[in-house]
Nanobody, 124 residues
Framework: QLQASGGGSVQVGGSLRLSCSASGGRAFRYLSHMAWFRQAPGKEREFVAAIMWSTRLPTYGDSVKGRFTISRDVISRDNAKKTVYLQMNNLQSEDTAVYLC????????????WGQGTLVTVSS
């Protein structure tokens, strides 16, 4: 199960940090990538960022490069919970969307595991 949090309302130019934790023990034992996608009202789902779990190598969608940073951690004090973060700076109104985290397992080509999403609203 993926649990996302950290969404909220901010003004243009502000910052937010999203978190997404993977729980369920063996289900996420062999993570390949974790990623963030977003979906604005009336628009298709858009890739935001992904991180390769083993190397921490990030990739970003063009619209967020230079403003968003993806990172990951294992929270040892919380039953080794695997967590991915999305630091979002200089937020713009077009960043308003539901942000969804997703996980891809080793040996799989697609993101088969999805969280419930967290809403980010950017207003001027």
């Amino acid at each position: 199960q993926l649990q996302a949090s950290g969404g909220g309302s901010v003004q243009v130019g502000g910052s937010l940090r999203l978190s997404c934790s993977a729980s369920g023990g063996r289900a996420f034992r062999y993570l390949s990538h974790m990623a963030w996608f977003r979906q604005a009202p009336g628009k298709e789902r858009e890739f935001v960022a992904a991180i390769m779990w083993s190397t921490r190598l990030p990739t970003y969608g063009d619209s967020v490069k230079g403003r968003f940073t993806i990172s990951r951690d294992v929270i040892s004090r919380d039953n080794a919970k695997k967590t991915v973060y999305l630091q979002m700076n200089n937020l713009q109104s077009e960043d308003t969307a539901v942000y969804l985290c997703a996980a891809r397992l080793v040996g799989h080509d697609d993101y088969a595991h999805w969280g419930q999403g967290t809403l980010v609203t950017v207003s001027s």
